[in-house]
């Protein structure tokens, strides 16, 4: 990718006004600097200079249109019964369709997978030979007769051995659901399974299938593996419910966010659970990249434009935002390129005049 450099110039006035008492102090930036451009300042006149510790702010650049990184996306959908209530006309899967679309007219090369569950994993490695079975999970690893699966992360335009590309192939699961996948995936198999019950919600089993297909994602693709580039997508009305059985000890599990990359939740309920609430904020700071503060949580009715709005315009925005790095900033001339954190930080303070003072900040960044 061809990296760009930009330059974000504000100017302000400052001018002293009246001030009682003889303190003596310094005026320091901790907002970002363009919501100056243009302005004037009235200060004490006790601040005789700016603080050398500067605020500095990141521009938010969306590669929309132009993107050259890519993705790698992991759709989990709940098929719970509830959704039969809540989401009577699938459109869960119709917007996940949408947002397909765009992705792949953005990066055909995007690897995107799927994961549907209920109380279980709605796909079973039996069927296909495309679908993943978990085996980084210590439970299904031991267990062979577990034959819970996922659709693995692949390139959207990769051709499968059935001659369909990946992206037609998830298009079609999406496009023929009859309100839910699970439905659909009955009628593709003569094999009963408890994959297919609908009583419960696992998210921590959906959320096991999703680690397992980012760990084999940077094993298939070593050289174009990226953390802050993986992405889930998750859509679901409820919170975790696990009937009895040897899953039921890890309900909650996916509270905790752990080793999770940036995720997208979409609730579609008005208010979402504490759960999910937790959940999010615990993979916005888990530290698995510097995106993961990105991850965010809807709450909304189960209504298309709404919703094609969330995956088009928040969702896409985050995924193409482009990663900006500051380089230096100068207040009048100053430069420096000494930065702690959020701050950068100047050699000496910059002095303020007897009336006014007009100031110039100037930060550099590569795109």
């Known amino acids: 990718m061809r990296q760009q450099l930009i330059a974000i110039v504000a100017g302000l006035l400052l001018s002293v006004a009246h001030s009682f008492g003889d303190e003596v102090c310094h005026l320091k930036i901790d907002t970002c600097h363009w919501s100056f451009d243009s302005a004037q300042i009235f200060v004490p006149s006790s601040a005789v200079a700016l603080d050398p510790e500067v605020h500095v702010c ?18 989990v959908i709940d098929e719970s019964g509830s959704m039969a209530a809540y989401d009577k006309l699938g459109e869960r899967h119709k917007v996940t369709l949408e947002l397909l679309k765009e992705i792949y ?10 994961v549907p569950f209920s109380t279980r994993l709605l796909f079973d490695d039996r069927d296909d030979e495309i679908y993943e079975r978990i085996t980084t999970n210590e439970i299904f690893r031991n267990n062979t007769d577990w034959h819970d699966s996922y659709f693995p992360m692949m390139p959207l335009d990769s051709v499968l051995p059935d001659n369909e590309t990946v992206y037609e192939k998830l298009s079609y699961m999406l496009s023929h659901t009859d309100g839910r996948i699970g439905e659909w995936m009955t009628s593709q198999t003569t094999r009963t399974t408890d994959r297919n019950e609908s009583g419960g919600t696992n998210i921590s089993l959906a959320f096991w299938a999703a680690r397992d297909a980012f760990i084999k994602d940077s094993l298939n693709y070593p050289n174009d593996f990226d953390r802050q580039r993986q ?3 998750f859509l679901s009305d409820g919170s975790a419910s696990v009937s009895d059985g ?5 309900e909650t599990d996916y509270i905790a966010g752990d080793t999770i990359p940036t995720t997208f939740t979409v609730f579609l309920k008005p208010q979402a659970p504490n759960q999910l609430a937790s959940m999010t904020r615990n993979i916005q700071t888990n530290g698995y990249s510097i995106t993961n503060k990105y991850s965010e949580l809807w709450s909304v009715e189960s209504e298309y434009d709404t919703l094609v709005y969330i995956m088009k315009q928040e969702i896409l925005t985050r995924v193409f935002r482009a990663q900006v790095t500051p380089l230096s900033g100068a207040i009048s001339g100053n430069v420096s390129q000494t930065i702690a954190g959020s701050t950068f930080d100047f050699d000496n303070p910059n002095p303020l005049e007897a009336e006014t003072t007009d100031v110039s900040l100037s930060f550099e960044y590569l795109i």
């Open 231 to 233: 992405f889930i997508v």
């Open 105 to 114: 007219a953005e990066v055909p090369g995007a690897r995107v997978g799927l």
């Open 246 to 250: 040897p899953l039921a000890p890890y």
């Open 58 to 75: 990141l521009p938010e650049v969306s590669q929309r249109g132009t993107a050259k990184v890519t993705p790698s996306i992991m759709i």
